[in-house]
C-alpha cells in the first residue's frame, strides 16, 4: 500500500519560512516523479514544484521561483520544500504526489494527505 505522509508546514508571519516534507513508502521511490501541488480556498489545485527521479531535473510555478526549493533523498525516500520570503498567497493546503517516471506507470499517481500552510500577520 503506497503511503505518502507529510509533515511540516504550519503558521508563518509573511517574510518567513517553513519547510514541508513527505515521506513516501509502498513504492519504488525512485521511479517517481515528486511532486507539491497547492489548493487554496475556493481555487483549483496547482502545481508548485516538481523533482524527477533522480533529482537532475527541477520545475517551478512562476510564483515560487527563487523562493521555494524542493529536493528529494533516495535513500530515506523522503521530499522537502523549502519555503522562504513567504507571502499571503502562499496560503492553501500542500499535497505531495508521486507519479510514475516510466510509459507503464502513468497509471501510479498518488497523493498525501494535505498540510494546511497559513501565512498571515
Known amino acids: 500500500q503506497v503511503q505518502l505522509v507529510e509533515s511540516g508546514g504550519g503558521f508563518v508571519q509573511p517574510g518567513g519560512s517553513l519547510r514541508l516534507s513527505c515521506a513516501a513508502s509502498g513504492l519504488t521511490f525512485r521511479l517517481f516523479r515528486m511532486s507539491w501541488y497547492r489548493q487554496a480556498p475556493g481555487k483549483e489545485r496547482e502545481l508548485v514544484a516538481s523533482?524527477?527521479?533522480?533529482?537532475?531535473?527541477?520545475f517551478y510555478a512562476d510564483s515560487v521561483k527563487g523562493r521555494f526549493t524542493i529536493s528529494r533523498d533516495n535513500f530515506a525516500n523522503t521530499i522537502d520544500l523549502q519555503m522562504n520570503s513567504l507571502a499571503s498567497e502562499d496560503t492553501a493546503v500542500y499535497y505531495c504526489n508521486a507519479k510514475g517516471a516510466l510509459p507503464i506507470m502513468t497509471s501510479m499517481d498518488y497523493w498525501g494527505q494535505g498540510r494546511q500552510v497559513t501565512v498571515s500577520s
Open positions: 523533482i524527477s527521479p533522480s533529482a537532475d531535473n527541477m
